[in-house]
C-alpha cells in the first residue's frame, strides 16, 4: 500500500534549523511531484515547497523563500525539506504530499499523516 512518513519535526528555538524527511513507499516515486505542506491551529493548510518529477525544478511559499530548500533523492525515494532560520510563524504540522497529475487521464495524490514543528523561545 501506499505510504508517506514524515519525520524529523521537533521543538527548535527561532533561528534554529531543522531538517524533514518524508519516506515514500508502494508507488513509483519517481513520476510524483513532491509538496510540503503545513497548517498551524486555525488556519488551512498551505503550500509550503514543491519539487516537480521530471525537471526537478521547486517552487515555494513567499514566506519560506530563501530559508526552506525542497531536494529529493528518488533512489531512496525519499523527499526532504531542510529549514533554516526558523520563526515562531513556521510552527505548524507538516504534511508530505505525492501527486501526479496527467490533465484529464489522472489526478491521484497521496497525504503523510504529517510531522509536528514547533519554534519556540
Known amino acids: 500500500q501506499v505510504q508517506l512518513v514524515e519525520s524529523g519535526g521537533g521543538l527548535v528555538q527561532p533561528g534554529g534549523s531543522l531538517r524533514l524527511s518524508c519516506a515514500a513507499s508502494?508507488?513509483?516515486?519517481?513520476?510524483?511531484?513532491m509538496t510540503w505542506y503545513r497548517q498551524a491551529p486555525g488556519k488551512s493548510r498551505e503550500l509550503v515547497a514543491g519539487?516537480?518529477?521530471?525537471?526537478?525544478?521547486?517552487n515555494y511559499a513567499d514566506s519560506v523563500k530563501g530559508r526552506f530548500t525542497v531536494s529529493r533523492d528518488n533512489a531512496k525515494n525519499t523527499v526532504y525539506l531542510q529549514m533554516t532560520n526558523l520563526r515562531p510563524e513556521d510552527t505548524a504540522v507538516y504534511y508530505c504530499?505525492?501527486?501526479?497529475?496527467?490533465?484529464?487521464?489522472?489526478?491521484?495524490?497521496?497525504w503523510g499523516q504529517g510531522t509536528q514543528v514547533t519554534v519556540s523561545s
Open positions: 504530499n505525492a501527486r501526479r497529475d496527467i490533465p484529464g487521464i489522472v489526478d491521484r495524490t497521496y
Open positions: 519539487i516537480t518529477s521530471l525537471t526537478g525544478s521547486t
Open positions: 508502494g508507488f513509483t516515486f519517481r513520476l510524483y511531484a
